[in-house]
């Protein structure tokens, strides 16, 4: 059976040495490691667990890049039938963030573009995230996002999905939004916006599926069908150690398949 990651990264030691990153590694039980997976690990990591193709990320901060575009081009290249690219753009530079988008998007490897409230401090309604919200509808590309709390010990606020990513849904009906990270402990809320706006998606990344919380695996078989993605968050969490516990989570064949490849392939038009 196929299966996608749509949340991963090949970290570079820039952002290993950020200090979010040691509070991150002791919430996933890794205290003391330095992440920073070559191409070669990476494409290992998916062919123990299956994954034929992964997403991976750029990352951009208010401190500077941290994954930058061109980077991420470059690992596409290593194996250009097994990456996709998700870019980032600078927030404090509009028109930059916007001509970078167009050149991108016109590079159909890069399907989307990620960027993280919490790096920014700045919810999703910010003012800052308009003209990035434009430039995807423009594009025909997904915005990909976090909801929910935070693993690194930063404000947990900016990815609460009422009032901050409903405002967002509302101002741009035309934007496919893919919120990372489950959203716990707001699963309510992101129900709400599922049911509410059919433009909205949901990734499992940065759990291991055994470790889901009850309501949001309710969503799943429930009016969340077909609107859920598997993600890992790698190299936090390993592809194999995410999928531990799918037959747990009672799937049908044909729920199992969206979830792990066919909802991917819609939104990201893979």
């Known amino acids: 059976m196929s299966t996608i990651d749509v949340w991963a990264q090949i970290t570079t030691l820039r952002m290993a040495s950020e200090p979010w990153m040691e509070t991150l590694l002791r919430w996933t039980g890794r205290a003391g490691d330095t992440l920073v997976p070559t191409v070669e690990t990476t494409l290992a990591a998916m062919d123990e667990a299956g994954v034929e193709i992964s997403l991976l ?8 890049v ?5 980077e991420v081009s470059k ?12 870019m980032s753009v600078d927030l404090n530079k509009p028109m930059e963030a916007v001509h ?7 590079d159909d490897r890069f399907v989307g573009v990620r960027l993280v409230p919490w790096l920014w401090d700045l919810p999703p309604n910010d003012r800052r995230y308009y003209p990035i919200y434009a430039a995807c509808v423009d594009a ?7 909801v929910g709390h935070t693993g690194p010990l930063k404000r947990s ?13 509302l101002d741009f009906p035309e934007l496919v939004v893919v919120g990372g990270h489950v959203g716990f402990p707001w699963i309510n809320e992101l129900v709400s916006l599922a049911v509410k706006f059919p433009n909205f998606y949901v990734d499992t990344s940065a759990y291991a599926l055994h470790r889901l919380p009850p309501d949001f695996v309710s969503f799943m078989k429930g009016v969340g069908r077909g609107r859920v993605m598997f993600g890992t968050n790698w190299p936090m969490l ?6 531990k516990g799918l037959e747990g989570l009672g799937l049908n064949e044909q729920a199992q398949n969206r979830f792990l490849s066919g909802t991917a392939r819609k939104v990201f038009k893979l």
């Open 140 to 146: 025909g590309i997904p915005f990909c996002t976090q």
């Open 57 to 64: 990320s750029a990352w951009h901060g208010p401190a500077g």
């Open 238 to 243: 390993s592809p194999a150690r995410c999928l």
């Open 157 to 169: 606020e900016t990815g609460r999905l009422i009032p901050y990513l409903e405002d967002v849904l």
């Open 75 to 86: 690992q596409i290249d290593t194996a250009p039938d097994r990456f996709r690219g998700l």
């Open 100 to 106: 970078e988008i167009r050149r991108l998007s016109a």
């Open 66 to 70: 941290l994954i930058s575009n061109d």
